[in-house]
């Protein structure tokens, strides 16, 4: 009697486990349906947060890995990388084996290029390169391992490799995009190219400019030279020196003053010219 008992009480503690059970799995059901529903939507932000709820309510239940990597989206469409990032991560440490992963790796690499880690993002999308040559997103992390070189400024490199794209994916979306980096590229170039010669041209003005002040400064100290040459000689031959008013004294005043003053101008002038877009 006391056996039957026992089992009796068993069995209704087993079926109020499988009840609990069955009633958690579908309220994590109903709350993925309707973080399902938030992310179809657009409210990006939202839907994440009810995903990331799930995930850590539930994070061994049946929708944890589904719930993880919804979260990850939801937040990256939402432009909050760093979050999504740290959803990523736990994706891809926690279940190694779903058949998520590829995606998962692929998206590990264009938050890292969103949150401008490019020399991060460069070697994600090189190691998916390397795990998954015949996925669906190879063009794809092709594109953004040269976009990533790009960005670094490492152009010997990213050339080649948008160059490679138009080859090898003609008329995809992705050889479009590296042609209009390409132009870019060729645009940046020629700019550069531009700015190097309007430097060079405005150190050559600044050397002729440097020149005329030399010059200048040279016919001043010869006029100096040849006044006190004169003045000396005047007063070994014991000549007087020829008497000058105060209007022609205040005349040669002026003169000099004016002289001056348009050397000043002149150099301004040159200065405001050289910095002039």
Same mark, same amino acid.
């Given at each position: @009697? ?17 009840? &609990? ?14 973080? +399902?529903? &938030?992310?179809?939507? $657009? *409210? ?20 944890? /890995? ?5 979260? %990850?989206?939801?937040? +990256?469409? /939402? ?23 590829? *995606? @998962? ?22 190691? #998916?390169? *390397? ?10 992390? +092709? ?31 992705? %050889? ?17 190219? #531009?700015?190097? &010669? ?12 440097? %020149? ?24 070994? %031959?014991? +000549?007087?020196?020829?008497?000058? =008013? ?19 101008? =002149? ?6 010219? $050289?910095?002039?877009?």
């Amino acid at each position: @009697m006391k056996k039957k008992f026992v089992i009796a009480c068993l069995f209704v503690c087993l079926n109020a486990g499988f009840l &609990l059970y069955a009633q958690a799995n579908t309220a994590a059901l109903d709350e993925f349906g309707r973080a +399902f529903d &938030l992310f179809k939507r $657009g *409210d990006f932000q939202n839907a994440g947060a009810a995903f990331a709820y799930l995930y850590q309510t539930w994070p061994k239940g049946p929708l944890a /890995a589904d719930s993880c990597f919804m979260a %990850a989206q939801a937040y +990256f469409n /939402a432009g909050d990388y760093p979050t999504s990032y740290g959803f990523c991560e736990a994706f891809i440490q926690s279940y190694p084996g779903h058949p998520n992963i590829p *995606d @998962m790796e692929f998206q590990r690499g264009r938050i890292l290029f969103k949150m401008g880690r490019f020399k991060e993002a460069n070697s994600a999308f090189g190691a #998916f390169l *390397d795990r998954y040559p015949d996925n669906t997103l190879y063009p794809s992390a +092709f594109f953004w391992k040269a976009e990533s070189f790009y960005q670094l400024g490492d152009i010997a490199q990213a050339l080649p490799l948008f160059n490679e794209i138009r080859e090898k994916w003609p008329g995809s979306d992705k %050889a479009s995009l590296a042609a209009w980096r390409l132009n870019v590229m060729g645009l940046e170039a020629r700019e550069a190219k #531009f700015s190097r &010669l309007a430097a060079f041209e405005a150190g050559k003005n600044s050397t002729k400019e440097i %020149a005329g002040m030399q010059k200048e400064a040279y016919r001043e100290q010869q006029y100096l030279r040849d006044y006190l040459l004169l003045k000396s000689l005047r007063a070994r %031959a014991d +000549f007087s020196e020829p008497t000058v =008013s105060p209007n022609d004294r205040l005349n040669m005043l002026l003169d000099a003053k004016e002289r001056a003053l348009d050397l000043l101008i =002149s150099v301004i002038n040159a200065y405001l010219k $050289g910095i002039a877009p």
